[in-house]
């Protein structure tokens, strides 16, 4: 059997989908970012499909741009069995109102059961507004969705204070449901591209900008995030080896150095730079321990990070209890390869 | 020109345990404190006000009954606090009170700008802001770091991906700032006094209003219904990265860049 006659009879399984009518159906406001779609909206749509697949309706995609129509194969690649698409100058950059007179009446005609965005600024920014409208549930941030089969409600889980637990909640009712889900916590979808399909175009009036744009603030400085604060932080000991290695660290990651009691010792660190107990106290989302052995105070002032990278020469190093990714070897030997692998 | 501010509490994080093996939520210091960025907000409305003349009204944003976030946003320096309450409003969600916000606000009669949080510290949520600015049909700014109004106008400086813009509105509007933008002032502790003592210029500052008279009951049902806590999994001892030092990079550069996107 040679590949010629393989793709034959892939192509003859070429999967067709008519759309139902009489609305219903889970659907997709796809994101856009860097001219592509966004990887969130991908998975939202892998979300959708499982969604879809328990209740027994279609999934469809809205893409909103300006010459966009190229992108609606991947979306039906993804998974979608409708796409309709907005593409109009007028929606080249992201405003409400336009983007609202698109979708307002398509939702209104199409009354959709379930609808998910991306939790991007364009979803946080559509989805409330929606959900006010036509009166629906609104969960945000969603990181896991269950479905109520004999309700065909969905029980999402969504994140508190940054992760330490969880909330569930569920929209028994109201219709649509409407929900922003975090990037990078549902599985992509795998891309079938013998999956096609004809987009359905929209009528676009475009909608003036209520809310102006005067053009970029490049004299604005942000306030300076306090380490206490930080998402990011990079931190090393007296075990570092050469300190330059550890800051040229923290800006690839643009993260906030930092160090250990032992570090201020020696001299490389500040004072408000000594994670502690009796110093800094932090809870990043990632915190790399360069050459800090890790002792009870140390340990205690950074504990609560929601990941944490040691690395580390010594196997007994107490730091290692607590890491999640732990790397017994010279700091001076890994820092310069993850410097490249990083740039 | 009137501003209404929107105040939330939020159980302090410090005082908080959550016990993964346990599955169990340990309230060790039971200590609230104003959600940060509502309380960024109230802190632009103030520097509006010292700029120019203007009346904060603070309202609270959340079912519990809680009114000490209004009395500290009143020693801030707000005029006057709306305190909204009643059984009927315990179980709320953010579309009940973004409705009773909007009834408070007709009762006011009228408000010239409206400031939020644009998130919270614990859920995350920054639905309530949206939903009022889509009931009222007013412009919505999100996330803003810096705020100033003039000449029927609201001016921000907004984070848009990786530079930052300024944005214009015409008010009225609703704007939210994001967590962090401003240094908020410390409560002035005459004022803190007086008001729990209902005595001075702040006596009575801060009005209760029975939620009945703003909403029907129909009004009050709650759109979304919570079910409970979960729990991530308990933290297993971490991976040890074996082999030499440049596959070991490797595998750390990884895991770096998966968490960055996230």
């Not at chain 1, 992201?94 to 600024?121: H, M, R, S, W």
């Not at chain 1, 409330?128 to 969603?142: D, F, H, K, W």
Request: proline share 6%; net charge negative.
């Amino acid at each position: 059997m040679d590949a010629s006659y393989l793709d034959l009879m892939m192509a003859q399984q070429e999967e067709t989908f008519e759309e139902a009518e009489g609305g219903g159906g889970v659907w997709v406001v796809a994101d856009l970012s860097g001219g592509q779609i966004a990887p969130v909206t991908l998975e939202a749509i892998g979300a959708a499909r499982t969604l879809a697949d328990s209740l027994g309706a279609y999934v469809y995609a809205v893409l909103l741009g300006d010459d966009v129509t190229s992108l609606s194969e991947t979306l039906y690649q993804a998974g979608a069995d409708g796409v309709r698409l907005a593409d109009h100058p007028g929606l080249a950059r992201f405003a409400v109102e336009p983007y609202l007179a698109v979708l307002g009446p398509l939702f209104e005609e199409e009354q959709p059961e379930i609808i998910l965005f991306g939790a991007t600024d364009v979803g946080q920014a559509l989805a409330p507004r929606l959900a006010q409208r036509m009166g629906g549930g609104l969960i945000e941030r969603v990181t896991a969705v269950a479905l109520d089969e004999s309700t065909r409600a969905v029980k999402a889980t969504f994140p508190v204070y940054g992760g330490d637990y969880f909330g569930v909640v569920t929209c028994p009712e109201a219709r649509p449901q409407i929900l922003t889900i975090m990037a990078g916590a549902f599985a992509r979808p795998f891309l079938d591209e013998y999956r096609k399909g004809e987009p359905v175009m929209l009528d676009v009036e475009p909608a003036e900008a209520v809310v102006r744009l005067l053009g970029p603030a490049e004299d604005y400085q942000p306030p300076r995030v306090p380490l206490s604060e930080a998402r990011m932080v990079v931190a090393g000991g007296r075990q570092a080896g050469s300190f330059d290695a550890v800051e040229d660290l923290a800006e690839a990651l643009d993260a906030h150095l930092a160090g250990d009691r032992g570090a201020w010792d020696a001299g490389l660190i500040a004072a408000d730079q000594i994670v502690d107990v009796r110093g800094v106290t932090v809870s990043p989302d990632v915190y790399v321990a360069v050459g800090i052995r890790g002792d009870t105070f140390h340990n205690a002032a950074m504990g609560d990070a929601t990941f944490i990278v040691a690395i580390h020469p010594d196997p007994t190093a107490p730091i290692f209890e607590i890491a999640d990714l732990c790397v017994e070897a010279d700091p001076e030997d890994v820092l310069p390869a993850l410097l490249e692998a990083l740039t | 020109m009137r501003i209404l501010v929107i105040l939330r509490r939020v159980l302090d994080p410090a005082g908080i345990v959550a016990h993964r093996r346990l599955r169990r939520l340990f309230i060790n210091r039971e200590v609230y404190i104003i959600q940060p960025a509502d309380e960024c907000a109230l802190e632009a409305a103030l520097r509006i006000k010292d700029a120019a003349e203007a009346e904060v009204v603070v309202a609270s944003g959340q079912p519990e009954p809680d009114d000490d976030t209004l009395r500290r946003g009143i020693a801030m320096g707000a005029d006057r606090g709306i305190y909204v309450s009643g059984e009927a409003f315990e179980n709320a969600d953010e579309a009940v009170v973004a409705r009773a916000l909007e009834a408070v606000i007709e009762r006011l009669g009228g408000v010239d700008l409206v400031l939020s949080g644009a998130t919270t510290l614990d859920t995350g949520q920054s639905q309530l802001g949206l939903r009022l600015a889509e009931a009222l049909g007013w412009p919505q700014i999100v996330g803003a770091w810096q705020l100033e109004v003039a000449g029927g106008e609201v001016r921000a400086v907004c984070r848009d991906s990786e530079q930052y813009i300024r944005v214009e509105a015409d008010l009225p509007a609703v704007v939210s700032m994001a967590s962090g933008a401003l240094k908020p002032r410390y409560p002035d502790g005459v004022r803190l006094i007086n008001i729990y003592r209902d005595e001075g210029e702040v006596a009575e500052a801060l009005q209760l209003w029975e939620v009945d008279e703003l909403l029907t009951p129909e009004e009050l049902s709650p759109v979304v219904e919570t079910l409970g806590r979960d729990f991530p999994p308990e933290r297993e001892r971490g991976e040890r990265v074996e082999g030499p030092s440049e596959e070991a990079a490797q595998v750390v550069a990884e895991a770096l860049r998966q968490r960055m996107r996230g």
